[in-house]
């Protein structure tokens, strides 16, 4: 068994682009992005290798990428193949590790050490996963290794992308060679923000804040954010050093705390009070089915929104405690739209949160001597499974199908994309 850990951050190129390109042969020698060709305005998902050399970014419009690649082909997003190729994938990890923790839709820890002498060296295991995620799905993948997550995922976002075999190990006596000349908007989780913080103090590269001693280092982050900050000034040292003791976890699991569903709208069209609570609404029962899918109830309530007139502008987060726990539709939509009464400043409003919070088990129902709370329960249950059988829009309230509401387009989207 080797003395350091064998970990693998496992990337699949462009992914949703190179899924697309996989299904559709006949684009293979084309520039392709994943985006809706029917909003000009709308950003670009992922653009694959031959859009990129075009100079087609992700988030950039759709506009500006047509504007750069005049032959771009432009492909609406299919998320629920995403995920089921996502799924598929991590099959083929486990067939060489059981400790898989996904990252991201698109990237996956492995921790191989176990492994090793069953399917050879970190590297020649790299290498058989990239031929059978690329016959299994048609993605290409570049594979990061290092004997910590931090170094695995370093290794890969800036020097496996650049390889010819799409592989790269980063191991510990490589960090002053290859980790610390590097920028320091390039270190793991330095977002621009911090870039600035770190720059204006002279930190221009990871070596920077490698090479400072600990209490030093901390005696800076505090003069640049307060005294709170030695937390955080401790994380970016280690990371900077490659440090990170954190495992590999094959799932990821922790108390639910809240159930919770939101909505960005176009001001514009939600100035009326009427449309305004048609979204609530269709907020409400969701959130309540996702309360019931996973068996919880709550007592308190939290309405978030935002709203403005294109000149003011006000945000509001409240909660209301109720006297039992629910996850009935009209026990909660009644207690939203009481916050929303209150709070609401009648500007044209742009964003919606609704959440349940404080949960407790729904196996305990709360009796009410003058409603069957309990028959309503198992309605909506038997609603839940209707949709869940024949789909969202087997059972709608007849609101959802006024022109404010958002449930009918909802109901062909994962997290806010097309299926």
């Known amino acids: 068994m080797p003395s350091e850990r064998s970990i693998l951050l496992v990337d699949g190129q462009s992914f949703y682009a190179s899924v697309e390109k996989a299904a559709h042969p006949e684009y293979r020698d084309k ?8 909003r000009r305005s709308g950003i670009i998902l992922a653009a694959c290798p031959l859009a990129k050399a075009q100079g087609v970014t992700t988030a950039s419009r759709v506009f500006e990428a047509k504007a750069l690649c005049k032959d771009l082909v432009i492909i609406k997003p299919r998320m629920q193949r995403y995920i089921t190729y996502s799924l598929l994938i991590t099959e083929i990890f486990e067939t060489f590790t059981p400790l898989v923790e996904p990252y991201s839709i698109d990237e996956q820890f492995l921790d191989v050490t176990g492994s090793l002498g069953l399917f050879g060296s970190a590297e020649e295991i790299a290498v058989q996963i990239q031929h059978k995620v690329k016959l299994a799905t048609g993605v290409w993948s570049r594979v990061g290794i290092g004997p910590t997550k931090v170094l695995a995922k370093t290794a890969t976002d800036n020097f496996a992308k650049k390889q010819p075999s799409g592989i790269y190990r980063l191991d510990h006596s490589d960090i002053e060679k290859d980790l610390w000349p590097l920028p320091v908007h390039k270190m793991f989780m330095v977002a621009s923000r911090m870039t600035r913080r770190f720059t204006m103090w002279g930190l221009d590269t990871i070596g920077h804040i490698a ?3 600990l209490p030093m280092f901390k005696k800076q982050m505090r003069r640049m954010m307060g005294k709170q900050s030695d937390i955080q000034a401790e994380y970016y040292w280690q990371t900077a050093r490659g440090i990170d ?3 590999v976890v094959a799932s990821i699991s922790a108390p639910l705390k809240s159930v919770s569903h939101g909505k960005t709208l176009r001001a514009s069209l939600y100035t009326r009070r009427e449309d305004i609570e048609v979204v609530l609404l269709e907020l409400c029962i969701e959130v309540c089915r ?4 996973l068996g919880v109830q709550g007592r308190v309530i939290s309405l978030g929104m935002g709203e403005t007139d294109g000149k003011r502008g006000n945000r509001f987060n409240r909660q209301l405690t109720l006297l039992h726990p629910t996850s009935l539709t009209h026990e909660l939509s009644a207690a939203v739209l009481r ?3 209150e709070y609401w400043q009648g500007m044209p409003v742009t964003h919606i949160m609704i959440a349940l919070n404080q949960l407790s088990s729904d196996q305990v129902q ?5 409603e069957d709370r309990y028959k309503t329960f198992e309605l909506e249950k038997t609603t839940d499974a209707i949709k869940d059988r024949f789909g969202d829009m087997a059972i ?3 609101s959802s199908l006024l022109d404010a509401g958002v449930a009918r387009e909802r109901a062909g989207q994962i997290g806010g994309h097309f299926k």
């Open 290 to 293: 996702r309360a019931r899918r």
């Open 245 to 247: 003791p954190s495992p």
């Open 339 to 341: 916050l929303f009464e």
């Open 366 to 370: 709360q009796l009410d001597l003058f």
């Open 211 to 213: 090479r400072m001693e």
């Open 396 to 398: 709608m309230r007849a």
């Open 31 to 38: 520039p392709v992005a994943v985006a809706d060709p029917e």
